[in-house]
């Protein structure tokens, strides 16, 4: 079959392809044969993307506020919102990302302010840790040594306390989580919005998660699939936080594989071993060891995760033996949350990054899966050799284009979503829209990145922690103690070096005065 690289005899041609590989889901079944050897078929063809239905508009408090504020470079949202819709959209839409990957991105995506995320096991004081940076209570918190969190709250800014529920927060188009629709009415009844007024919220977006249960019972008994819910906030997080409590330090199986989740996005994770001062000195350095003995067998990564020992919350200190430590790491960790929207424009230029090179490997292996099917007979043992070695594939479509080997999917998860479309009925992608994905990373990225630099040489002031959030217990140190430097300084005795006593100067302090030698003894 030849490629286009102009334009169809029939426009519709591509839409009536993608339906009918919707359409297709459930015919094929995968078994384990040989990839048969041929001649490597052409990888390009013609399509036209498919349309995309206006959501329905429910009124609402934006959380995003003004995209110039979040982003700090004026008309970049509006520039990374044009380039996403001309160049890489498209190609989403016609190459079926959304049945395999996920939703596509919205408008309020690239205006939302940065969010952090909260994962960790039950009782591990994450609710805490959210009020303890608002400095005070928001709707809907439960805290209590029992699984008390049984949802998803997002903690954002807004000019009066109320909670709204799930189905107006992913009803809104003034708010980034619209695709979580898609988890269906179950998920979204656990899922909640608390705005308040809270100096950090305008800033940033906080996420609070239930607590991780340890069983399989207990997670089908949540009605959603905890696990898809966690990766769909993950993706989109700027920041995510690991908690654990060093007083019951344990990792179940449903933790390990929540961890898991986080493989390919460990620039963004941050680890809080909470309630530090609860265990004695000696035994914080243990935890701390068994901490990183057991994460090194779920996070693969050379590079050490950032932890961060503290007790997150307005109590006073158990034990006062590491309070300097407890506080110089509770500023360090505040500091890197409060930095967050200053690297948000690169945060976002980067996603975006990651995000067109897996759509051009994507639509690269569906093209090699439609064009390695016969025309007329044998398609069923065709795609079951094709499924069967899919590993074969992802080299050969490597080979072909010359695509980096961490730009392709996760294989499994890929193979299991493809056996549910027939190939021969997936849509043909044109060098056209290829062209463009190259076109946004090799010139209109480098551009992007140019702006943000000239823009950070102008600003480079950071976010004073404790002029931010003073209701901190390092805030207060802080501040007692520049206080307190102060008073010494004013006790000290001022020196007058605008003359000496010879020339009618006043003469130094007492204070500074050298002291006279001791008389010289002559006798005895």
């Known amino acids: 079959t030849s490629s286009h690289d102009g334009p169809l005899p029939d426009p519709d041609a591509a839409e009536r392809a993608a339906e009918r590989a919707r359409a297709s889901i459930g015919r094929a079944a995968p078994a384990r044969v040989q990839l048969a050897e041929g001649r490597l078929p052409p990888l390009l063809g013609a399509g036209r993307p498919l349309p995309q239905a206006p959501p329905a508009r429910v009124r609402m408090e934006s959380i995003s506020g003004d995209p110039n504020t979040q982003l700090g470079i004026p008309e970049l949202a509006a520039r990374l919102k044009k380039l996403y819709k001309e160049k890489l959209l498209p190609l989403e839409q016609l190459s079926l990302y959304a049945d395999f990957y996920g939703s596509c991105l919205t408008d309020s995506h690239f205006d ?41 709250i997002v903690v954002m800014q807004g000019s009066e306390d109320r909670s709204l529920p799930g189905n107006a927060l992913a009803a809104s188009p003034e708010t980034p989580f619209q695709p979580l629709s898609m988890f269906g009415t179950q998920f979204l009844n656990k899922l ?84 530090a001062d609860a265990t004695e000195p000696q035994e914080l350095m243990r935890v701390y060891g068994a901490l990183m003995w057991s994460l090194g067998s779920v996070v693969q990564t050379p590079e050490v ?14 034990h006062e033996g590491l309070k300097d430590l407890f506080l110089s790491e509770e500023r360090d960790l505040v500091a890197d949350l409060l930095d967050l929207p200053r690297n948000a424009a690169v945060s976002k230029i980067n996603e975006l990054v990651k995000r067109a090179r897996l ?26 050799r094709l499924l069967a070695n ?28 493809a056996a549910q479309f027939a190939f021969s009925e997936l849509p043909r992608i044109p060098p056209r829209r290829l062209q463009l994905v190259d076109e946004l990373l090799e010139v209109d990225v480098p551009e992007l990145l140019q702006l943000v630099r000239q823009h950070q040489r102008g600003s480079s002031r950071k976010v004073s922690t404790t002029a931010s959030l003073p209701h901190l217990k390092s805030s207060q140190v802080k501040a007692a103690n520049g206080r307190a430097s102060g008073e010494q300084w004013k006790a000290v005795p001022k020196r007058d070096f605008s003359g000496g006593a010879a020339g009618g100067g006043t003469a130094r302090p007492s204070a500074f005065r050298p002291s006279a030698p001791p008389p010289r003894q002559t006798g005895p």
Not at 305 to 315: A, Q, T
Not at 408 to 413: G, M, N, Q
């Open 192 to 275: 909640e919005a608390a705005q308040l007024n809270a100096p950090i919220l305008q800033r940033l977006t906080l996420v609070d998660t239930p607590g991780v249960l340890s069983g399989e019972r207990q997670r089908e008994m949540r009605g959603y699939d905890m696990y898809k819910v966690t990766e769909w906030f993950i993706e989109r997080a700027d920041r995510v936080l690991l908690l654990f409590d060093a007083s019951k330090l344990d990792m179940s199986d449903e933790f390990k594989r929540v961890i898991q989740l986080l493989h390919g996005h460990e620039d963004k994770v941050r680890l809080v071993l909470n309630k």
């Open 359 to 384: 759509v051009k490997v994507h639509a690269a292996l569906l093209t090699f899966l439609h064009d390695a099917m016969p025309s007329v007979f044998g398609r069923e043992a065709t795609q079951k």
């Open 305 to 318: 995760i950032r932890v961060f020992m503290g007790s997150f919350w307005d109590k006073p200190f158990q």
């Open 390 to 417: 899919m590993l074969e594939v992802f080299k050969r479509v490597q080979q072909l284009h010359k695509l980096p080997p961490g730009d392709f999917p996760d294989l499994e998860k890929f193979t299991r979503k």
């Open 112 to 152: 939302s302010r940065p969010m952090v995320l909260l994962i960790g096991p039950y009782s591990v004081g994450k609710t805490s840790f959210i009020k303890y940076l608002l400095g005070r209570s928001f709707p809907g918190e439960r805290i209590g040594p029992e699984p008390t969190t049984d949802r998803f």
